[in-house]
Every structure is written in structure tokens, then in C-alpha cells.
């Protein structure tokens, strides 16, 4: 995963995956940082964390 700040905005960009099911088999994840992350993003001294997932409906 890659994360930056740009003019105000804080863009993240992850690798997209082959849609596999999520843990309740509800929806299809396709992109995932399998809970939270660290970055080297900061903001008022102190790292911006991410949990990201992105999905599709099965």
C-alpha cells in the first residue's frame, strides 16, 4: 500500500486482488489491508493509521 498527501487530499493506493469471500461470505473482497496500518503519513505529529476494505457484492 502506498499513501501520501497531496494538496490537502490523502490518497492511498493498494493493490487490487482476485476477488476471494470475505469472512461472513457476504461480499467478495478485492482489495485489503487486513486490518490496521501504519503509514508514513503524518498529521499534527502523529501517524495516520488505515483499515481499508474494498469489496464487491457476491
Same mark, same amino acid.
Given at each position: 500500500? !502506498?499513501?501520501k498527501i !497531496?494538496? =490537502? /487530499?490523502?490518497i492511498i493506493v493498494i493493490e487490487l486482488q482476485k476477488p476471494?469471500?470475505? #469472512?461472513s461470505g457476504k461480499t467478495l473482497v478485492v482489495a485489503t489491508t487486513? =486490518?490496521?496500518m501504519p503509514t508514513d503519513c503524518v498529521i499534527? =505529529? /502523529? /501517524?495516520?493509521?488505515i483499515g481499508l476494505n #474494498?469489496?464487491?457484492k457476491k
Open positions: 500500500m !502506498e499513501v !497531496e494538496d =490537502g /487530499k490523502l476471494t469471500p470475505s #469472512a487486513h =486490518g490496521n499534527d =505529529g /502523529k /501517524k495516520v493509521v #474494498a469489496y464487491i
